[in-house]
Each structure stands twice: as structure tokens, then as C-alpha cells.
């Protein structure tokens, strides 16, 4: 059964990077069928999709995060990674990852999802 | 633009039935999905492609498309069902949009 796992630091300054991984077990990032997301929850409100990674690297970012945001994998170590640059506490929120599956034209679903991890971007 | 729209809260009495909208100009030419989500814990997919069931899900959730809108519909709402509940589609390639959730509460 596929298990994907968030880690990375829980507090963050403002104008420095968030990294976080998202650790992939029982199956593997490279497989073709699937592609991998990340995507936040600002404490209280609703979900907002970051962006999109498929195996061969092809990155698709949110327009309005696309110039902080930098999506990659790691084959090797079955995970992906997440950075935002420049934070402000707007980016406050648990991060989650997830397998992604679709296109357009067929419909996009995230599942499953990872258990998500709390970034606090606070001084 | 792309946005979609849902009620920030829906109420039912168990067993009764629950309805969750989600509309948006997009959703008469894509696909939706729906997320369950209970209090601190990760968001479920429920329905995928408007009204497909993934398997393990129960029977009771289902979901229907009408022009710009789809609904989710909880038959013989259970206690167990209090959730936030999100829906998705899909913008263009592979980016997506969420609505804003609908906290559904069970009287």
C-alpha cells in the first residue's frame, strides 16, 4: 500500500526557504502511470494546489506561487521535495503531498495523500 | 477566471440526506473530485470524475454533474460523516483548483 510521509523543519523565518520532503514508500516515484503534487492548508481555510512534478521532471507550479516555488525529485531516494523561497507568514499552513493521477481532459485527483506536516513562518 | 464555489457550511440530521454544491464556469468541460476531510487528519478522495466511487468508499456517498455544478450527496447521513469536504477540478495541463470547503455538520 503506497505511504507518503512530509518532514522538514516546523518553523521558519520570514524571507528564508521552506524545504520539505515527502518521502514515497510501497511503490515508486518513477512510475509513469502517476505524477506527485504538493499542496498547502493556510490554518482554517481551504486547500490550494502548489504544484505538480511527473518522473521525467516536467514541473506545473500555481501561477500565483510559480516564482518561489521549486518542485524535484530524487529517484534514488523515492522522494520529492518542496522549496518555497522568500516566505511570509501567508505561507503558514500544512503542507501535504500527494500521487496525482489525469490530465485535463480525463480529471485530476490526488490519493493518497500524505499525513502532512505544520510550517510556521514566524520570526 | 477559474474559481470554484461552495457553501461554507451545510446541516443534516443523521440519516437524512446531505447535499454539497460546488460551482464554477470550468466544470461544464471538466472533471471534479471530492475530498473528505475529518478534524486533523489528511484529506480522502471520496468521488473522482463526478460521480465514480474509488473502492472502499461507502456506498452512501455519490456524486452528480449538471452543467457548471456537482454536487456530493451523503444518503443516510451517519455521525461519522462530520467532515470538511472539498471539491477540485482541473485548469489547463496539470494545474488544479480547489473550492473553498463546506464544513458539514450532523445535528
Known amino acids: 500500500q503506497l505511504h507518503l510521509q512530509e518532514s522538514g523543519p516546523g518553523l521558519v523565518k520570514p524571507s528564508e526557504t521552506l524545504s520539505l520532503t515527502c518521502t514515497v514508500s510501497g511503490g515508486s516515484i518513477s512510475d509513469m502511470s502517476y505524477y506527485w503534487g504538493w499542496l498547502r492548508q493556510p490554518p482554517g481555510k481551504g486547500l490550494e494546489w502548489i504544484g505538480s512534478?511527473?518522473?521525467?521532471?516536467?514541473?506545473y507550479y500555481n501561477p500565483s506561487l510559480k516564482s518561489r516555488v521549486i518542485i524535484s525529485l530524487d529517484t534514488p531516494k523515492n522522494q520529492l521535495s518542496l522549496k518555497v523561497t522568500s516566505v511570509t507568514a501567508a505561507d503558514t499552513g500544512v503542507y501535504y503531498c500527494?500521487?496525482?493521477?489525469?490530465?485535463?481532459?480525463?480529471?485530476?485527483?490526488?490519493?493518497?495523500w500524505g499525513q502532512g506536516t505544520l510550517v510556521t513562518v514566524s520570526s | 477566471s477559474f474559481a470554484l464555489t461552495q457553501p461554507p457550511s451545510v446541516s443534516v440530521s443523521p440519516g437524512q440526506t446531505a447535499r454539497i454544491t460546488c460551482s464554477g464556469d470550468?466544470?461544464?468541460?471538466?472533471?471534479a473530485c471530492w475530498y473528505q476531510q475529518k478534524t486533523g487528519q489528511a484529506p480522502v478522495l471520496v468521488i473522482r470524475k463526478d460521480s465514480e466511487r474509488p473502492s472502499g468508499i461507502p456506498e452512501r456517498f455519490s456524486g452528480s454533474s449538471s452543467g457548471k455544478s456537482v454536487t456530493l450527496t451523503i444518503s443516510g447521513v451517519q455521525a461519522e460523516d462530520e467532515a470538511d469536504y472539498h471539491c477540485q477540478s482541473a485548469d489547463s495541463g496539470l494545474s488544479s483548483i480547489f473550492g473553498g470547503g463546506t464544513r458539514l455538520t450532523v445535528l
Open positions: 470550468a466544470l461544464s468541460r471538466q472533471y
Open positions: 500527494a500521487r496525482a493521477d489525469g490530465d485535463a481532459v480525463a480529471g485530476i485527483m490526488y490519493d493518497p
Open positions: 512534478i511527473q518522473y521525467s521532471g516536467s514541473t
